[in-house]
């Protein structure tokens, strides 16, 4: 546990963050007080705050004011924060409204003392009637659920009480939508042939109201499937990038980028299916249910020939409905390959440029262009035939029906005068929509299951999620130690390490060298746990990296790679990197022992100077500095630079390097580098070949025993070495 001064927050403010990660672990909800960011102009986190935090880390949290009778009701709830005057906290475990008390536990003793029971008049004088409710949200609970149709119903039910509501007012509409048929037929039966004035004047009444009910019906109902819509939406772009941030990093670099976002992107398809046509149609259904009897009611020989004809329309759609599924596949087929040129070329738009390569790039786009339009056209004209063979049929129900009804009317074959005819005409309209409709929801049930597919080909991958929120949090030294450690990519057939075996202590600065291929990369991604599925052991302090939280082992742990991402924002967000409960201080102090700070001065905003995306304003070695910052600003006891010089200038090169050993002041030091001069100060340097261990020692010992370190060396410094006069300084650039 964090003291009061480690963590800057005074003790009251602590007592009450206690109180939150009290109530959510009772959920199974682990939370790091060092998540947590107290707002600047809060001497103690209000309800509002902390409610934020545990939302932002999977619980459902609600500030809320209660008086004591309402919060002696609550007996039966789990823990309950109740925020006091003097700025800290209490847990509420238990409540007895018979007695009149309720338990206090105290959030920053020890679980296992007894919680104390309290009185209304002795709460009242601790208690600002303030309380934080906190549970587990579902979400977190489906946070690994497999998207697949099941979950997507889940989804839409979960609504369920706006569902009623629309379907409630879908109802009444459709009732609704039977009266001015009604109406017309009692204007042209009573008013035209009777011309009876006070018949029309109350049926004009009685339209008026039903028109003004139908308007507010009509905007009640759009208004909630906007909001059901929404939520719908909301949850699923949550779920889904979520999901898509815990996939492991080696998924990524399996997969094409372009190709990964429009697999995703195919969810929404299936959202617009459910909140759209599907809505729709089942809506239309109910509207069909209601009609229908009426048709039969004013003419059972019209009411058969319509269901009849609007059959026909619904067979036709569905004889069409598995070709153009096919064609549709296709359709976006090729119009995800079209969406991967894109985005690569967008990526590498600095190599297209460089190497002139837009003729190349932009045939590749046309010939995808081409694939794209032939499946568009061809599934189009498909989809000409279905429309164009039920235009008849469409006509028919229109304009057909009258002339049927007419010389029914004539012939005096059924009951229908004109005005049930009028009616049925403006009924009868509205059974092809929803026959039609429901063909061509089978038809889009393939094409959304096709889509959902897409999704989770992406989606259904192994997450980290479990890794990042379970294992143990041990206090990090950096000992490292690798024991017979084997590793081979997947789908590679050579391995990538090979019985690797070392141990460096706490605080050592070790270079690792090796030609290239020869597991360099390899050593620093086990450590950070990017890749997966080595055998033998990794340790970081004895203790195995497989049992270490990764969010924990990943936040200790400092990473500069060769080319490093600065986001769009200002050098303070970059160096901050969004991370919660960093200072100016933390932010300066790091910056200055990157070396980054005299040229962070020097720019026109200082600190809050915009960087584009892609640092576009920043030379290579102010990027590299940078980002060495943004490793070192939470103080990480491991830290790992990956060839993070070698694309610098020498005089770049040589500051960040005589930076180097006062950043490893206090930290373990993994440095990967090709250029030896930069690692001579090492304290211990790894050497590999082929994934194997050949050597570790100090420069000097390395020089004298190790022929391929010697080698690596000569290459670099042909002239004969002088060991004792190997100054760093001298050496930068010396080849
Ligand atoms: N993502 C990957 N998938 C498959 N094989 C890989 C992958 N990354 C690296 N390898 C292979 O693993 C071996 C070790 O690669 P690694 O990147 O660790 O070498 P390195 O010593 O860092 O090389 P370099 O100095 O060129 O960066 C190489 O043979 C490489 O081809």
């Given at each position: 546990?964090?003291?009061?001064q480690?963590?800057?927050?005074?003790?009251?403010?602590?007592?009450?963050?206690?109180?939150?990660?009290?109530?959510?672990?009772?959920?199974?909800?682990?939370?790091?007080?060092?998540?947590?960011?107290?707002?600047p102009?809060?001497?103690?986190?209000?309800?509002?705050?902390l409610?934020?935090?545990?939302?932002?880390?999977?619980?459902?949290?609600?500030?809320?004011?209660?008086?004591?009778?309402?919060?002696?009701?609550?007996?039966?709830?789990?823990?309950?924060?109740?925020?006091?005057?003097?700025?800290?906290?209490?847990?509420?475990?238990?409540?007895?409204?018979a007695?009149?008390?309720?338990?206090?536990?105290?959030?920053?003793?020890?679980?296992?003392?007894?919680?104390?029971?309290?009185?209304?008049?002795?709460?009242?004088?601790?208690?600002?009637g303030?309380?934080?409710?906190?549970?587990?949200?579902?979400?977190?609970?489906?946070?690994?659920?497999?998207v697949?149709a099941?979950?997507?119903?889940r989804?839409?039910?979960?609504?369920?009480?706006?569902?009623?509501?629309?379907?409630?007012?879908?109802?009444?509409?459709?009732?609704?939508?039977?009266?001015?048929?009604?109406?017309?037929?009692q204007?042209?039966?009573?008013v035209?042939?009777y011309?009876?004035?006070a018949?029309?004047?109350?049926?004009?009444?009685?339209?008026?109201?039903?028109?003004?009910?139908?308007m507010?019906?009509?905007?009640?109902?759009?208004?909630?499937?906007?909001v059901?819509?929404?939520?719908?939406?909301?949850?699923?772009?949550?779920?889904?990038?979520?999901?898509l941030?815990?996939?492991?990093?080696?998924?990524?670099?399996r997969e094409?980028?372009?190709?990964?976002?429009?697999?995703v992107?195919a969810?929404?398809?299936?959202?617009?299916?459910?909140?759209?046509?599907?809505?729709a149609?089942?809506?239309?259904?109910?509207?069909?249910?209601?009609?229908?009897?009426?048709?039969?009611?004013?003419?059972?020989?019209?009411?058969?020939?319509?269901?009849?004809?609007?059959?026909?329309?619904?067979l036709?759609?569905?004889v069409?409905?598995?070709?153009?599924?096919?064609?549709?596949?296709?359709?976006?087929?090729?119009?995800?390959a079209?969406?991967?040129?894109?985005?690569e070329s967008?990526?590498g738009?600095?190599?297209?440029?460089?190497?002139?390569?837009?003729?190349?790039?932009?045939?590749?786009?046309?010939?995808?262009t081409?694939?794209?339009?032939?499946?568009?056209?061809?599934?189009?004209?498909?989809?000409?035939?279905?429309?164009?063979?039920?235009a008849?049929?469409?006509?028919?129900?229109?304009?057909?029906?009258?002339?049927?009804?007419?010389?029914?009317?004539?012939?005096?074959?059924?009951?229908?005068?004109?005005?049930?005819?009028?009616?049925?005409?403006?009924?009868g309209g509205?059974v092809?929509?929803?026959?039609?409709?429901?063909?061509r929801?089978?038809?889009?049930?393939?094409?959304?299951?096709?889509?959902?597919?897409?999704?989770?080909?992406v989606?259904?991958?192994?997450?980290?999620?479990?890794?990042?929120?379970?294992?143990?949090?041990?206090?990090?030294?950096?000992?490292l130690s690798?024991?017979?450690?084997?590793?081979?990519?997947?789908?590679?057939?050579a391995?990538?390490?090979?019985?690797v075996?070392?141990?460096?202590?706490?605080?050592?600065?070790?270079?690792v060298v090796?030609?290239?291929?020869?597991?360099?990369?390899t050593?620093?991604?086990l450590?950070?746990?990017?890749?997966?599925?080595y055998t033998?052991?990794?340790?970081?302090?004895?203790?195995?990296?497989?049992?270490?939280?990764?969010?924990?082992?990943?936040?200790?742990?400092?990473?500069?790679?060769?080319?490093?991402?600065?986001?769009?924002?200002?050098?303070?967000?970059?160096?901050?990197?969004?991370r919660?409960?960093?200072?100016?201080?933390?932010?300066?102090r790091?910056?200055?022992?990157?070396?980054?700070?005299?040229?962070?001065?020097?720019?026109?905003?200082?600190?809050?100077?915009?960087i584009?995306?892609?640092?576009?304003?920043?030379s290579?070695?102010?990027?590299?500095?940078?980002?060495?910052?943004?490793?070192?600003?939470?103080?990480?006891?491991?830290?790992?630079?990956?060839?993070?010089?070698?694309?610098?200038?020498p005089?770049?090169?040589?500051?960040?390097?005589?930076?180097?050993?006062?950043?490893?002041?206090?930290?373990?030091?993994?440095?990967?580098?090709?250029?030896?001069?930069?690692?001579?100060?090492?304290?211990?340097i790894?050497?590999?070949?082929r994934?194997?261990?050949?050597?570790?020692?100090?420069?000097?010992?390395?020089?004298?025993?190790c022929?391929?370190?010697?080698?690596?060396w000569?290459?670099?410094?042909?002239?004969?070495?002088a060991?004792?006069?190997?100054?760093?300084a001298?050496?930068?650039?010396g080849?």
């Open positions: 546990m964090e003291s009061t480690d963590s800057g927050h005074s003790a009251p403010a602590l007592a009450r963050v206690f109180a939150a990660m009290n109530a959510a672990r009772y959920h199974g909800i682990d939370l790091d007080l060092r998540d947590f960011a107290s707002e102009d809060e001497d103690a986190p209000s309800p509002a705050t409610a934020r935090w545990l939302t932002e880390h999977g619980a459902v949290a609600r500030g809320m004011r209660l008086a004591w009778p309402q919060l002696v009701r609550l007996h039966d709830t789990p823990p309950i924060v109740l925020m006091f005057h003097d700025g800290a906290a209490a847990l509420m475990v238990r409540a007895d409204p007695r009149g008390v309720v338990w206090l536990r105290d959030p920053m003793a020890a679980e296992s003392g007894p919680p104390v029971p309290v009185d209304e008049t002795h709460l009242s004088q601790l208690w600002t303030d309380v934080l409710l906190v549970k587990r949200a579902r979400d977190v609970a489906e946070a690994d659920a497999p697949n099941g979950w997507m119903v989804m839409v039910l979960r609504e369920r009480g706006l569902l009623r509501d629309i379907l409630l007012a879908s109802v009444i509409l459709s009732v609704l939508a039977i009266f001015p048929a009604l109406l017309v037929m204007v042209i039966d009573r035209v042939n011309a009876s004035m018949t029309l004047f109350s049926i004009s009444a009685i339209m008026v109201i039903l028109s003004a009910y139908e507010l019906l009509s905007y009640a109902r759009r208004e909630l499937t906007l059901l819509t929404t939520r719908i939406d909301t949850r699923i772009s949550l779920h889904a990038f979520n999901r941030l815990s996939l492991p990093l080696d998924f990524f670099e094409q980028g372009g190709q990964v976002i429009g697999r992107m969810i929404f398809k299936v959202r617009d299916f459910l909140t759209g046509r599907l809505l149609t089942f809506l239309d259904l109910f509207t069909l249910l209601v009609i229908l009897p009426v048709l039969f009611w004013l003419s059972a020989t019209l009411a058969w020939i319509t269901l009849a004809a609007a059959t026909l329309i619904g036709i759609v569905l069409f409905m598995a070709p153009m599924t096919r064609l549709y596949g296709r359709v976006i087929g090729a119009e995800m079209r969406n991967s040129v894109m985005h967008v990526a738009i600095r190599t297209v440029k460089a190497l002139a390569l837009e003729r190349s790039r932009r045939a590749e786009w046309d010939d995808r081409s694939q794209v339009v032939r499946w568009r056209l061809a599934a189009g004209r498909l989809a000409n035939w279905p429309a164009t063979l039920s008849p049929l469409d006509q028919f129900l229109n304009r057909g029906i009258m002339l049927v009804g007419a010389w029914l009317i004539l012939t005096g074959h059924s009951g229908l005068a004109a005005g049930g005819l009028m009616g049925f005409m403006m009924l509205r092809a929509a929803p026959l039609a409709g429901m063909a929801l089978l038809e889009s049930l393939n094409e959304v299951a096709s889509s959902l597919s897409e999704a989770a080909l989606l259904n991958q192994p997450t980290e999620s479990r890794a990042l929120t379970a294992g143990i949090r041990p206090r990090i030294k950096g000992a690798f024991h017979a450690v084997d590793f081979t990519y997947p789908g590679a057939t391995r990538a390490l090979d019985g075996s070392f141990a460096v202590g706490a605080g050592t600065m070790l270079g090796g030609r290239s291929g020869s597991g360099k990369s050593i620093t991604r450590l950070q746990r990017v890749s997966s599925g033998g052991q990794v340790r970081l302090d004895g203790v195995d990296l497989r049992e270490i939280n990764l969010t924990h082992l990943r936040r200790s742990c400092g990473v500069v790679l060769q080319d490093n991402f600065l986001f769009r924002g200002t050098v303070r967000d970059n160096i901050t990197a969004g919660p409960g960093l200072t100016m201080d933390d932010v300066m790091a910056a200055r022992l990157a070396g980054a700070d005299e040229f962070i001065d020097r720019m026109p905003g200082g600190y809050e100077t915009w584009e995306e892609g640092s576009t304003n920043l290579g070695g102010q990027r590299q500095r940078l980002a060495i910052a943004r490793a070192l600003v939470a103080d990480p006891k491991l830290m790992i630079l990956d060839e993070a010089t070698s694309a610098l200038d005089e770049s090169e040589a500051l960040v390097t005589a930076n180097l050993r006062r950043i490893a002041q206090g930290r373990t030091m993994v440095i990967v580098s090709h250029r030896l001069s930069s690692l001579v100060h090492c304290d211990q790894l050497v590999l070949d994934g194997a261990v050949v050597d570790i020692g100090p420069h000097a010992a390395l020089l004298e025993r022929t391929l370190y010697r080698t690596l000569l290459q670099q410094h042909p002239q004969p070495p060991v004792s006069r190997a100054a760093p001298a050496r930068v650039g080849r």
